[in-house]
């Protein structure tokens, strides 16, 4: 197993998304809070050129709130509009509509001058699966208009949403790349839930989680400070299975794994600026 999946829908969704992308005004591209880095894609980087883009940093819930603000700042001052935000919390409709308005100001203004009072603008919606493109759509149109489930690759082709009569939505499909040149990013994706579980290597990603964690997040573990990475996670395993003591070692291991991806551990932000 290699952390590594680009199936065919990712493909031609990635060649449809390039069909449209002259008629769109403006790009949200949703990325996990917890991967600011490693979770955007440098094929969708390629494809929307210089449209206008605002970064949704989704599950902020799940991140590390200092990394939210030191991030945040990053982008700041790389004069690139940002967000952090948890998409299931009622208050996020407003504050993504004040921020796309914002965005969109200068397109506004130039319409004007053109004699234009009012259109529809278009916003495609991308981003890595599973980071929660559909849920915010849902959010924005205050109902469910678009399938969401806890699982990448629900998504499967391009469709438009009316947001209030003023902006026309296109949800896409989470979309990864063909080739990670770090192979540290496909260990990443995975831990952020954005990755099939049938592709992971899920022992080698639950010990880089707990390696990071010894070095960045100490005190989410229940370990002494000499404690081996690999002796951590024992502990964790035999723990799991006090709990439920039908389950075999493979499957103590896939339950510790979820707990990760569903942030269950604790908060984490598994990059770095300078990474
Ligand atoms: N905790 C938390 N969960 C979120 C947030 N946003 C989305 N989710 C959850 O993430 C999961 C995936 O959401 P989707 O909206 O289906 O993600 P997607 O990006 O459309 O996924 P694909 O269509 O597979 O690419 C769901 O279980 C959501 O409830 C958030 O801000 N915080
Ligand atoms: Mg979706």
């Not at 591209?29 to 206008?52: C, F, H, I, W, Y």
């Not at 949704?56 to 509009?81: A, G, I, R, T």
């Not at 919390?89 to 203004?109: F, G, I, M, T």
Request: proline letters at 5%; glycine letters at 4%.
């Amino acid at each position: 197993m290699s952390n590594h999946w680009f199936p065919g829908h990712m493909a031609k969704a990635r060649r449809l998304m390039s069909e449209h992308i002259s008629n769109i005004d403006c790009i949200i591209e949703v990325r996990d809070a917890r991967l600011p880095l490693s979770s955007t894609n440098p094929m969708l980087q390629e494809l929307k050129g210089s449209k206008p883009t605002l970064i949704l940093f989704s599950k902020s819930d799940l991140s590390d709130e200092k990394m939210n603000e030191s991030f945040k700042q990053y982008f700041d001052q790389h004069q690139q509009p940002t967000l952090f935000l948890n998409s299931l919390h009622v208050s996020a409709r407003n504050k993504v509509l004040k921020a796309l308005d914002q965005a969109l100001e200068p397109k506004r203004l130039k319409d004007k001058s053109k004699g234009i009072q009012f259109r529809m603008y278009k916003i495609m919606v991308v981003g890595i699966p599973n980071v929660g493109k559909s849920t915010l759509i849902n959010t924005l149109a205050r109902k469910r208009v678009v399938e969401v489930a806890n699982k990448p690759g629900v998504t499967q082709s391009l469709k438009w949403l009316n947001i209030d009569n003023k902006y026309m939505l296109m949800d896409t499909p989470g979309v990864l790349w063909p080739k990670f040149e770090d192979p540290k990013t496909g260990t990443k994706i995975a831990l952020c839930h954005s990755m099939k579980e049938g592709v992971v290597n899920i022992e080698e990603v639950v010990k880089y989680a707990f390696s990071f964690m010894k070095e960045h997040y100490p005190h989410l573990l229940n370990s002494k400070p000499e404690e081996e990475v690999g002796d951590i996670i024992e502990t964790a395993l035999q723990a799991i299975k006090k709990n439920s003591l039908s389950l075999t070692d493979e499957e103590a291991l896939l339950t510790l794994y979820r707990d990760i991806k569903e942030g269950r551990l604790g908060r984490i932000t598994y990059d770095r600026i300078e990474d």
